[in-house]
């Protein structure tokens, strides 16, 4: 079956991230996107559906019903789309609706009417009943019906799966304009706000969400992104934040309470995950934070708090875990932490103070960190990928659907993008040092232009165009001895709470320099007048073959020579 299409003309278009955990639709006023909350004024809205005589909730509603409706609550489901029952992991519905083989596809049993028997809904249908509300919310805002969507989806959403969300999304009458990569919607979000700056940068997008960590590497490069490298982990993320603490105040409820576990009631179970989930919000913001569940366990009610030094102490595996997730990326990418202009913080988790104050710890003053800890101006990171969506749906919903599909099918990532950067080598204090033109990975075709002074008293000048690449060089400092002569003693609080213990080593000096590689042209522009210019004009094809023509500038005539592929 085709897809759904609406003409331009008829089209109301909106922004979707859809998560396993939370949801988030945008649509743009005058060019700029507008987080929409729902009918319950959220704007995270939890991705849960919940049937209870046989009305349905969602949201935050629905979520409330796993203390008390579990196993007609269905959660964490949208990775189950375009799979089969063997390859997913149902531990996130573990205390609510349980997944089943469906055939090729996965299906719930609830029960969804108030009478007669429960119904088996397959995930598409469960996917379709939760685009439509969320897709509700939005016309109910707009004051028109919503027909058409930008939605995002993980880079690793694997074609099949993007078939049944398409096909989700049209059963639920949206037309889907365009899937947009995640790590891409959250760099959008940034690059379109007013005061952005675009210019080439390599970035580095850490989606730090509830049951995945998906960390990308992008390449700005004259406005086209490309993908250089991708991490998705499943181990690092919200839920695991929330198991810490959940194990952390039932250890204290169980020291007040006689070892009464509340783990192994699945009421209380529900009631500890609900209500560690808002500590570990509250631990954002506040460097203590209260947690307060009225009868935990055997009828006991139970009140506690918590410090964010304690938490970060008790979580710090999970946080060093995160940090690993973005060294790996970027290694990955055979990039070093000194070749990342920017690292955009997406995902509920990314609010989190210690994930954003580590990655200050690792990269160079020069790499700005967009979370909220770091930088009063950053966005909302769990507002990013629907924004980004939004701007996108924005762009493209005045065209044809044909005409999107074609311009926009070749997905971002499959770009060909040069290796090296390529440059000129300048005579600075006689020594040869290469000055970039064109940055690595550049997506192709390109072109650059630059000017070269010549001589003050004019003459000729020698261009000799090169590959470059950066390389790393550490200088170690010489050991400093201490004035009273003694030694350095080692830190004596080995506290779990020291993070900053490396600190006190001299640190090594990491600086990244050029080095100038093969030769690609070279050639004299003989007699420019005093005070003259030389042109230099690089153009790589989209066969990566490289054109260089240099001039006087003003001038006449002037050197071209082609080097192939
Ligand atoms: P996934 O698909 O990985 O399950 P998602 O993309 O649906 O997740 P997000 O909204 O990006 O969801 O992230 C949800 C996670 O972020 C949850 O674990 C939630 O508890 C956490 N979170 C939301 N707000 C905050 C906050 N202020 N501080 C800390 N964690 C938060
Ligand atoms: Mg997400």
Not at 35 to 42: L, T
Not at 122 to 149: C, F, H, M, P, W
Request: glycine share 8%.
């Amino acid at each position: 079956m085709p897809a759904k299409t609406v003409s331009p003309e008829e089209r109301v278009a909106i922004g979707i991230s859809f998560g396993n955990s939370y949801s988030s639709i945008a649509c743009t006023v005058d060019g700029s996107p507008v987080v929409i909350a729902n009918e319950d004024g959220d704007r995270q809205i939890p991705t849960a559906l919940s049937y209870v005589d046989g009305e349905e909730y969602t949201g935050n509603q629905a979520k409330a019903f796993l203390v008390r409706n579990p196993k007609n609550t269905v959660i964490s489901f949208k990775d189950f789309l375009g799979k089969e029952f063997k390859s997913i992991d149902p531990t996130h519905c573990h205390a609510a609706a349980h997944p089943e083989a469906a055939g090729e596809s996965i299906s719930f049993t609830v029960q969804d009417q108030a009478e007669g028997d429960a119904s088996k809904l397959n995930v598409s249908e469960i996917t379709t009943r939760y685009l439509r509300r969320l897709v509700q919310s939005a016309s109910d805002y707009l004051g028109k019906t919503v027909n058409s969507a930008v939605i995002s989806v993980p880079t690793n959403f694997s074609e099949k799966q993007r078939e049944a969300l398409i096909k989700a999304a049209n059963d639920a009458d949206i037309e889907v304009l365009q899937l947009i990569n995640e790590p891409v919607s959250s760099v959008l979000a940034y690059d379109a706000r007013p005061e952005a700056e675009v210019k080439d940068k390599i970035i580095v997008v850490a989606d730090l969400g509830g049951s995945r960590s998906d960390v990308a590497v992008v390449a700005s490069r004259g406005g086209l992104y490309t993908i250089l490298a991708t991490v998705h982990d499943y181990e690092f993320h919200g839920l695991a934040l929330d198991k810490v603490l959940m194990d952390h105040f039932a250890k204290e409820f169980m020291k007040k309470n006689k070892d009464v576990d509340p783990r192994e009631d699945s009421k209380g179970l529900a009631k500890l995950k609900a209500e560690s989930e808002s500590t570990k919000k509250a631990l954002s913001i506040g460097t203590n934070a209260s947690f307060s569940v009225e009868s935990l366990a055997e009828g006991i009610d139970f009140q506690a708090t918590i410090n964010r030094l304690r938490y970060e102490t008790i979580a710090r595996k999970v946080f060093e875990g995160i940090t690993r997730l973005v060294e790996g990326a970027i290694k990955k990418a055979e990039l070093d932490v000194l070749d990342i202009d920017e690292i955009i913080l997406s995902g509920g988790t990314s609010h989190t103070p210690r994930i954003a104050n580590n990655f200050r710890a690792i990269f160079p003053e020069s790499t700005a960190i967009q979370a909220p800890s770091t930088n009063p101006n950053a966005l909302n990171p769990s507002e990013l990928q629907s924004r980004g969506a939004a701007l996108q749906a924005s762009l493209i919903q005045e065209y044809e659907s044909e005409d999107i599909e074609q311009s926009t099918h070749p997905a971002v990532g499959t770009v060909k993008h040069i290796t090296n950067a390529i440059g000129v080598v300048s005579i600075v204090n006689g020594e040869e040092t290469f000055v970039p033109i064109i940055a690595p990975e550049t997506a192709v075709p390109a072109r650059r232009t630059i000017h070269i002074a010549a001589p003050k008293e004019g003459g000729d000048v020698l261009v000799k165009v090169v590959e470059g690449n950066t390389h790393i060089k550490v200088t170690k400092p010489e050991p400093t001895p201490k004035e009273n002569g003694k030694k350095d003693e080692d830190d004596e609080d080995e506290d779990d709470s020291d993070f900053d213990s490396e600190d006190d080593e001299p640190e090594e000096h990491r600086e990244k320099v050029w080095k100038i590689g093969a030769t690609l042209a070279e050639g004299a522009i003989k007699g420019i007048k005093k005070g003259g210019n030389v042109e230099v004009t690089i153009t790589v094809a989209g066969d990566l073959g490289v054109t260089v023509t240099t001039r006087e500038v003003g001038g006449k005539g002037g050197i071209r020579g082609t080097v192939k592929a």
